[in-house]
Each structure stands twice: as C-alpha cells, then as structure tokens.
C-alpha cells in the first residue's frame, strides 16, 4: 500500500501543473476543458499500463531476439497517434491517441510529461544500482573496452551525420546522433553469455567491466552535448564559430562537480534523509531530491535525466540504496514501461519511408556496430585477447538500449532533432539488436578460447541447491547475496526472463549465482566450492533460526528463546593470527560428550585469559543453543562449533583433538576428532564466513587431517594452522 502511495504522489506531481497549462490552452483555444483531457489521460494510461504487462507475460514465455523495452517501443508505434492511435471511437471522434499540434510532438503535453517523469526515476535508479567501488576496481581493460567504444561510435555517429546530410561535425544534429550511437545495453549479451555458460569467461567477465564504463560514459556524452548545445543558442553563435572542446569540457565539468558534491556529501544526506524514520518518506524525499536536480540540470542548459542520474549515483554507496530501490520498485515497473510506448508513439513510421532516411538509418545501423566491435574489440587484442576473443568482445558491447532511447527523445522534444531522425535513431537501435543477437550467439558456440594465452586455468564447477517452494528459494537467494555483500564481494545484478542473475565478484573470484523457480544454481571456481557450501549452510542455520524462534513467539513460556533472533547474521572477518593463539589449543581432549567439549575448550579459553569466568556460562549456551538448531559436525571427523556471544570482544578461536573420537551428531555420522571453536561479539558487523570456509577447506583433504592428528603439543598445532592457512 505505501509503495503504491508513490505513484499516486508522483503521477498528480506530473500532471497537476500541466493540467493547469492545458486549461489556459482550452481557454484561449478553445480546445477540450481539463476534464476532458484528463479522463483521456487516465485512459491513455490504463491502455498502456496494461498493454506492458501483457506484452511482458509474453516475453517470459516466448523468447524473442530483441530486449524487451524494443517490445514495448513496438507497442508504442503500434497503438500510436500515426497508426491505431487516431482511429475513432465512442466518445473520442479523434482516437485515444490524437496527433496534437502546437507542441512539435505528436503526443499530448500531459502524456509526454508522464514519460518524462519515468525516464527521471528510470535514470535515478539507474544510478542507485551503479557500484562506484565496482567500477574503480575494475581492471584496465574494461576501462579501455568501455572508453574505446563509447569514443569511437560517438565519432563515428556524428561523423556518418556530418558527411551523409553535409553539416559541421560539431553541429546539434550530428552531435545528437553521436551521443545516441554512444551507449550500449547488457540485456541481449548478458540473456547469451548466460546460456552459452560463458558468463565467468574471459570474454564475459571484460564485457561486463566494459558495460558499467559505458553505462558512466554514456551519460557523459549526453551531458557534454547538451550543454554545447545550450551555451552556442544562448550565445547566439553556430557551432563553427566557436571552441567547443572548451564548452564540452565545461559541461563535462559540471556533471563531474555535481557528482563530486554528491559523493563526498552522500554520507550527511544520508543521515539527513535518515530522520525521516518510515521507508515510504525516506524513498519519497530521496526522489524528490532527483526531481530537484533534475529541474536545475535542465535550466541549466543539461539534460533532465542527467541531474537524476548524479542524485541516484550519489546515493550509490549510502545503505539507502536497497530500501529506496525496494520502495521505488513498483514505481519504477509502472511509469518505465509508459516511457518506451511513448517513445514508440513519437515514431512516424512515414517519416521514414523515405528513400534518404532509410539509407541513412542503414548506414547509420552499420557504423554504429561496427564501432562498437572495433572500438571495444581492438584495445583487447594488447591486453591478451586474440581476434577470435577481440570480436565477442566488441560484438557484445554492440547492442543498444535504454539510455540511446533517452538520448532521442531529449533531442526529439528539444527540437535539435525531427521525426525523421529520430526515426533512425529507433531503427539503429532495433536492427543493431537483431543483427547482433545471431552473431554473438554463433561467436560462443564452441569452446575456442578467446586468449592468447591462459594465465589461470579454471575449473567452472555448478553447485545446485534444490529447495521445497519459491517462497523459500527468494528468502534464500537475499539473505545469501547479503552476506556475500558482506564478505567484500561486489554484486552486480540483471533479470532474465523474469529471474534474477547475480555476479558475485572479489578480486579474482567470480561466482555466478542463478536464481531458478525452486532452487539456487552457483556457477564457479572448483576452489570456491566449499565457500559457497559453508555460505548456503550458514544461511540456512539463519533461516533455521528465525523460524524456530518465529514459533517460540506465539508460546509466552518461551520468551526467554526471543534473544536468539539476535543471531540473524554471522558475519565477522579476521586474520588467524589474532583470532587463534598458542595457548588456546587443546591437543589431547579429555571430553567425552558435546556439551563436554564444549566446555572444555571454553575452560581453556578462560584459562588463557581470553574469556572471563563469569562469561563462560554465556558461551557455553550461545554454542548449545546453536547446536540445538543444528549440528555443526561436519564430515570427515571434524567439527566447527561456533556463535555470536558477549563473553569475548573481538573473534576468538580453540582448537582441540580427541584421539578416541565423539559421537557430535555429524552430517556423516562418523565420530569427530577435530574441534575447531569459534566465538565472535554480536556487536561485530563483519562476518568470519571466509575464515570458517578456508579452515574447512584446509581440513577437506584427508592428508591435512592426518598431519594434524600427528600433532602432539600445541606448538605443534599452532603451527599446522599458520603454515596450513597462510596467514
């Protein structure tokens, strides 16, 4: 209900002003009143709203060659004021969707301002998901695949327009035309690259760090042609005669300071925007600051879109960012599909009949792939990628998409371009989609490698977990991406036909993570297996707990258990050296049962000073408690008891052996030997799931094993960890 409160509020913030423009107009013209334009407002609306969602029920079942925004482009023309749209029909003799007049567009200004809201939320949540840490830390050669392509198809965009129509390279059309071959669009290359299985391929992993330069620079095009064109019409000049390096720069200079600002600001406005206290008003106020800029980026000579772009970006890195995008969902999947029909609806399919325009959309077409398969692809070829691998590079940054719609319809509403033109630009957009979908398909289709050479060999390994219901499988898959989030990693997200993709990455470790109808699928790395393991069974200990604890709610007897909702979240990182300590290791256990060993190795900890007596009863039923949710005896004799407790402050670790063996319930129902306690403060926000996976991957070979069974003194065995773990 206060998600859809949001659309409510944005929707009269749209039309409220523009009614009040349409009214002077019927006065003065003596047009339709505000009702009437209104009632045929809501109407055009309802149609288009419904038309999107039908139309993506269809795209989920049949797999179409385009994106789907390219769908709703197509519905746009269909039902549009020069097709379907001026048919006439009970009570509107002039259609649904009449050709207006008096405003260069052929739709009305209130339905035009609706798609200008949506393409301002668009923009803004596009720069919330932007991962600015992501996006530094990308390596040199997406840098170079990114900038290269972005450069060149602007040049060539803006080169093929100046030759073609006999005009400056410098001048508003040709710019325009540049700034729209700019971009490109992961939707049809990620949906291939996924499954081909080439998503952790070298191919597939710089495309990826191509894309998120392109996305930043497409924007930035866009901003330095917006305000070139802005500062020659105010200054009454044409484009030949004057510096626009120096106006460009300018204006790219202006973006870099806003978003500058905003980044070194973003942590007072997010404690600001805080005290606001409820999810809707928090996302309510952080749009609103979008619209504001917004407004300022467009009297200032820049496009709308950009504005909300920086506000969005500024964000980026702020905790807001999941809650604004949550709260903003439903907002986002009702006005974004009314902005591309819109864009549809501007398209004279007459307008570009024409001999002339049709050959300058096919060439247009041409250049703009080919740029980007040049631009992106020849830098890789210094970078360790031979042509075979240079050419799935370049063919998968080629698609076009959102932002290269945006950038039309800016330069429709400007004036800067006409029908026909724009037209092009659709085209462009449409065939570069179909043309680039069989090709890179046909480019992954073998397992030719697509480098020179093989720096790390990888062992691609698919882990699948099977889970009972899709309630169960979406509560899984947002607790695990938390706490990958939380182990550093980087998450780079996408929906394909209706299901979430996740590339999980840190460092040198990319995991893709397939979210299925009833169940998860991690593609990796054979090293990164029991990574993944120790994080599934970790969350479901988590989700274990909230469930048990969830019925312990509804029995009053049992509210002493309601502290254990405490332990949601495990997540607490440490070096072993700190975390394990000569004299906090039992090598010969005298233990016979769990609850022994328990406090065995807590007594030990005490003894070494490291746990006060008086806090060692509170460890003690901290583990307990946990072990009575479920066991964490593993396989292969080894135990890994642990949990989250006041009685130390900082993570703490006990090792201990038991020469006989204890029955600890494990998974394989073997006695365990090998005792490895972990404790760790709830106030700690990180996590220690990588130190868990790595003593579990040291203790998964069974020669491992044996040398710690061999160790005698705790000498011994704290060496066996310090040479085993190499920390």
Known sequence: MKKHRLIISVLFLAVFPLAALASDAASADGGEDILMAMARLVMQLGVIVMLARFAGLLYQKVKMPIPSVLVEVLIGVLIGPYLLGGFPLPGLPNGLFPITSGTGLPV?????????IASIIMLFCAGLET???????????????????????????????????????????ALFLGAICASSSTGITVRILTEKRKMDSP??????????????????????????????????????S????????????????????????????????????????????????????????????????IGAYVVGLSLSKTDLTDTVNDALEVLHSFFVPVFFIVMGMLLDMRAIMSKEVLMFGAIYTFVAVAAKILGCGIPTLFMNFNRLGALRIGTGMAPRGEVAFIAAGVGLSSGIIDRSLFGAGVMMVLFADLLVSPILSALFRDDRKGTKKTFKVRDTV???????????????????????????????????EGRNLYHLRKNETLITLHCLKTGLEFESDAQDVIFIKTTVHETLLQINDIIVNIKDLIKPESESLMKELTDATWRAEAE???????????????????????????????????????????????IMEREASMST???????????RTDAVDKITVAVGISRKGIDYESIDGEPSTIFVLILSPKSSESSYLQFLANVSALLNSSEMRSKLLLCKTEGEVYHFFMIGLGN
């Not at 009305?108 to 200008?116: D, K, M, N």
């Not at 392509?149 to 508003?172: H, K, Q, Y």
């Not at 191509?210 to 917006?226: E, K, N, P, R, Y």
């Not at 906090?584 to 746990?611: D, Y």
């Open 203 to 240: 191919e597939g992993v710089t495309i990826l760090a191509g894309m998120a330069i392109d996305d930043v620079l497409s924007v930035i095009a866009l901003t330095a042609v917006t305000g070139y064109i802005a500062a020659t019409t105010m200054g009454g000049a044409s484009g030949a």
């Open 108 to 116: 009305s200004p209130e339905l035009y301002g609706i798609a200008s």
């Open 576 to 622: 072993i050296k700190s975390a394990l300590l000569p004299n906090s290791i039992a090598p010969s256990l005298k233990a016979r049962t769990k609850l022994e060993v328990i406090e065995e190795l807590i007594g030990v900890l005490c003894k070494a000073g490291i746990v006060k007596d008086d806090d060692s009863s509170e460890a003690i039923n901290g």
């Open 131 to 173: 991962n600015l840490a992501l996006l530094l830390k990308f390596s040199f050669v997406g840098l170079l695949v990114g900038f290269g392509g972005a450069v060149l198809a602007f040049t060539a965009g803006a080169g093929v327009a100046s030759f073609f129509f006999g005009i400056p390279f410098f001048s508003p059309i």
């Open 633 to 643: 005896g593993m396989q292969y004799g080894v135990a890994l008891p642990h949990c």
């Open 242 to 305: 004057t510096e626009p390096v120096l106006i460009i720069t300018k204006a790219v200079l202006v973006w870099f300071g806003f978003t500058a600002a905003g980044i070194l600001f973003a942590g007072p406005l997010s404690r600001a925007i805080k005290r606001f206290k409820t999810v809707t008003h928090i996302s309510t106020f952080a749009l609103s600051l979008a619209f504001i800029l917004a407004g300022i980026f467009q009297m200032s000579g820049l496009a709308m879109i």
């Open 462 to 496: 698919f882990t699948k977990i099977e889970l009972a219901s899709r309630e169960l499988t979406g509560l899984l898959e947002g607790r695990i991406v938390r706490a990958f989030n939380s182990e550093g990693f980087y998450i780079h997200s996408v929906v394909i």
